[in-house]
């Protein structure tokens, strides 16, 4: 989800034109007459430049954001998720996680059972629309990638387990590793992995160090990313 500052950066990886689309993104960070749109629009740049490694481009509108919307709600959530001194980002060890398994409440998944594996981490939740238009993207990736190493395992906010149960009996069976996050965004594993809003994923190396995460591992960038990290996947897509 997101507001027009997100569909820009939507258009810019169909039309394959990032530098037109950024330079229209900072023309309208120094000049839009709404100072949420002014504000919402630096924090898309900051996001969009912190994910494909643009450290100097990163720094320079984080800085600035800071310095000219101190105080505005798109900047509280930029200075949790994107904050340099923040635990979840790429290269560092993903927190000591415990989740408990949606159906069997005696199973719980941490670290330790994924050595040696990548692990695609989703919090998401059945009343999330953004989250259920990725279901086609994740049953297929699972489908390819499986094989070739990749575990994945579901977060759900949701207040009750069974309203996943329902939802998995619907389309989207999803196949994977499902847990539940008990008290959801006042939890526990919220404020252990920063989440502000779902889908979250985030994709853990076999070292367990943080390799991706938010745009790196949604849409038609998912299989890419993951191409990139398991090369050779073989296996049909999902139904």
């Known amino acids: 989800a997101g507001g027009p500052e997100y569909l ?6 169909i039309a394959r034109a990032p530098a037109r689309v950024r330079d229209y993104m900072e023309r309208m960070a120094d000049a839009h007459p709404d100072t949420a749109v002014r504000a919402a629009v630096l924090g898309r740049l900051v996001a969009w ?7 100097m481009g990163y720094g320079g509108y984080y800085a600035r954001l800071m310095r000219e919307f101190p105080a505005s709600p798109q900047t509280d959530g930029i200075r949790k998720s994107y904050a340099p001194d923040r635990a979840i980002q790429k290269g560092k060890v993903v927190p000591a996680f415990s989740f408990v398994d949606l159906e069997d409440t005696s199973r719980v998944y941490g670290p330790a059972e994924f050595a040696g594996k990548y692990l ?3 919090f998401w939740a059945t009343w999330c629309g953004p989250c259920k238009g990725e ?15 990749l575990e994945m395992l579901s977060v759900s906010f949701d207040q009750d ?3 996943v149960a329902k939802f998995r009996r619907g389309k989207w069976p999803m196949p994977w590793l499902n847990a539940f996050a008990t008290d959801g965004f006042d939890g526990a594993s919220a404020k252990q992995f920063e989440i502000m809003g779902i889908p979250r994923p985030i994709l853990v190396a076999p070292d367990g160090r943080i390799v991706a995460l938010e745009f790196e591992l949604r849409g038609e960038q998912l299989d890419r990313t993951l191409a990139t990290l398991l090369p050779g996947a073989g296996g049909g897509a999902a139904r």
């Open 49 to 55: 430049t912190q994910v494909s490694g643009d450290t």
């Open 120 to 122: 695609l981490i989703d």
């Open 161 to 163: 387990r069974e309203a």
């Open 8 to 13: 820009l950066q939507q258009l810019a990886e």
């Open 135 to 149: 279901m086609k993207g994740l049953h297929d990736a699972y489908a390819k990638y499986h094989a070739r190493g």
